[in-house]
């Protein structure tokens, strides 16, 4: 029979850290895993912090720095009269925990990949890709019922004398559950995407999309 072999490094490794320490008192053990924890979690809370600001949103990819920042800070949600801004995370971002973790390293990691190949690198390959991305947001939020256009916007705070007779009757039907948000104000933070002409029967489907619109017109 031959010798058995020594184990793997691997192996070594999970023996070791498996086995019952000689050395160290269970106190010293469970204060270096509260230190451990705690510095887990104010690193986390410090990455989601530094990763979830315009200016790192804005320019983390080159795509972004030329064409989504000067767009959002033309818009009415990146400088308008009273100074109050919405972020790009308050909008893309879920708000609460752990879905934003989630939804963060999943986003990193598919935009990253995403810019490293230069997907949206021109202006001409940015327009090609922007209604797809519409979209992609676009389903998010309505699935969502619009949470993030909410977590500032509350239809019940809204003044209806305040606001146009129009807006006033298209609000009832956000309370009645008929329309969202983003089902009606599209384009609010990015210049409104358009439809590309070659329409893809999906996109046709959809009851509010404009090309049923052109399609009903063309007949
Ligand atoms: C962080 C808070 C915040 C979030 C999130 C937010 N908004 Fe706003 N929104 C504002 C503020 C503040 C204004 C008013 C700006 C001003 O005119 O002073 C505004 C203005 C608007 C207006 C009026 C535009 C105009 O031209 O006067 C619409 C419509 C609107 N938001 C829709 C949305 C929608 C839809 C979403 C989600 C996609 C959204 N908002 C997300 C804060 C927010
Ligand atoms: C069925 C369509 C529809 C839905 C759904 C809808 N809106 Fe509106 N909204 C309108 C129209 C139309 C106006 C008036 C636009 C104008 O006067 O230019 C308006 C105006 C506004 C304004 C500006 C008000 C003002 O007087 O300046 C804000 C802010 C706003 N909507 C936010 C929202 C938010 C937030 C939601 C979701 C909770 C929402 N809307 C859902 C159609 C809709
Ligand atoms: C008020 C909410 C809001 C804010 C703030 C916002 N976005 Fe958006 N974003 C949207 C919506 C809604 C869409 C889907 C297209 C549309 O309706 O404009 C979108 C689309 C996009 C797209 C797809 C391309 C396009 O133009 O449609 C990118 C990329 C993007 N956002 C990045 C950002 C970045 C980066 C910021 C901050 C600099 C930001 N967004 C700020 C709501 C927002």
Not at 48 to 66: D, I, L, M, W
């Amino acid at each position: 029979m031959a010798p058995t072999p020594k184990p793997g490094l691997i192996r070594r490794l999970f023996g070791w850290l498996f086995s019952p320490s000689a050395k160290w008192s269970v106190f010293a053990l469970l204060l270096a895993g509260l230190v451990a924890g705690a510095v887990g979690v104010v690193g986390t809370q410090v990455a989601v912090a530094v990763t979830g600001t315009n200016e790192f949103c804005g320019n983390a990819c080159h795509s972004h720095t030329k064409f989504v920042y000067p767009e959002y800070k033309a818009s009415v949600h990146g400088s308008n009269r009273t100074g109050v801004q919405a972020t790009c995370s308050d909008c893309h971002i879920p708000h609460s925990y752990p879905a934003k973790l989630f939804y963060k390293a999943e986003a990193g990691i598919r935009d990253g990949i995403a810019e490293m190949q230069g997907a949206i690198s021109t202006q001409e390959k940015f327009e090609a890709k922007r209604w797809e991305m519409a979209n992609h947001v676009w389903e998010e939020m309505r699935a969502n019922n619009s949470a993030n256009c909410r977590t500032c916007h509350t239809p019940e705070a809204m003044s209806a004398e305040k606001q146009s007779e129009d807006a006033v009757k298209q609000h009832k039907k956000f309370a009645s559950g008929k329309a969202t948000c983003i089902d009606c104000h599209t384009g609010m933070a990015h210049k409104e995407p358009e439809e590309p002409k070659a329409v893809k029967p999906a996109a046709a489907a959809s009851p509010d999309s404009q090309a049923v619109v052109q399609a009903a017109a063309a007949k």
